[in-house]
T-cell receptor
Framework: GENVEQHPSTLSVQEGDSAVIKCTYS??????FPWYKQELGKRPQLIID?????GEKKDQRIAVTLNKTAKHFSLHITETQPEDSAVYFC???????????FGKGTSLLVTP | KAGVTQTPRYLIKTRGQQVTLSCSPI?????VSWYQQTPGQGLQFLFE???????NKGNFPGRFSGRQFSNSRSEMNVSTLELGDSALYLC??????????????FGPGTRLTVL
């Protein structure tokens, strides 16, 4: 089955710096790659997603890039703020969004 | 529009018992997926239902089962509970597979503790 690896497991940055989280996937048939943010004690919330026919997508301070050849995708957060502190999960799906296979998560801490 | 709701929010059971968790999707969403979240294994896919049919299934033993009703509400059942079943169980809803909009929206989860 699909295997998604996520790095780093923890990331600490200063406010205003950029943060990058990387994921790799094993199944070349994967065609949908969402990113979720989960704050402590809360539900995962979708922050951005990308489909396999697109190489890059941006939404304000958040961007995701996809390299299908290398089978990896990355989340970029610019101008980080303390409220960006949370656990971020990447996921991959071979069924256009269903049966998501998640990475183990990255705990991001943004210090003022 | 109300979000995904799950009941109960917290549950304590003992080994060997069984448990049923409930999920009500966002109005108009017809697909429901279930995930198990633990500190060690992260988020793992259990199964997904659409039109009362199981479309996908993860790598969990047969003790884990689910179903979906005609109003798209879903339940999952875990029989013969083990200590390792202690976890946060999350359901997520999305529009129909043919909609072209596949974003999954999560509920708050049910925290299950097995003693």
């Amino acid at each position: 089955g699909e295997n998604v690896e996520q790095h780093p497991s923890t990331l600490s940055v200063q406010e205003g710096d950029s943060a990058v989280i990387k994921c790799t996937y094993s199944d070349s048939a994967s065609n949908y790659f969402p990113w979720y943010k989960q704050e402590l004690g809360k539900r995962p919330q979708l922050i951005i997603d990308i489909r396999s026919n697109v190489g890059e997508k941006k939404d304000q301070r958040i961007a995701v890039t996809l390299n299908k050849t290398a089978k990896h995708f990355s989340l970029h957060i610019t101008e980080t703020q303390p409220e960006d502190s949370a656990v971020y999960f990447c996921a991959a799906s071979i069924d256009s969004g269903y049966a998501l296979n998640f990475g183990k998560g990255t705990s991001l801490l943004v210090t003022p | 529009k109300a979000g995904v709701t799950q009941t109960p929010r917290y549950l304590i059971k003992t080994r060997g018992q069984q448990v049923t968790l409930s999920c009500s999707p966002i109005s108009g969403h017809r697909s429901v997926s279930w995930y198990q979240q633990t500190p060690g294994q992260g988020l793992q896919f259990l199964f997904e239902y659409f039109s009362e049919t199981q479309r996908n299934k993860g790598n969990f033993p047969g003790r884990f089962s689910g179903r979906q009703f005609s109003n798209s509400r879903s339940e999952m059942n875990v029989s013969t509970l083990e200590l390792g079943d202690s976890a946060l169980y999350l359901c997520a809803s999305s529009l129909a597979p043919t909609s072209g909009r596949n974003e999954q929206f999560f509920g708050p989860g049910t925290r299950l503790t097995v003693l």
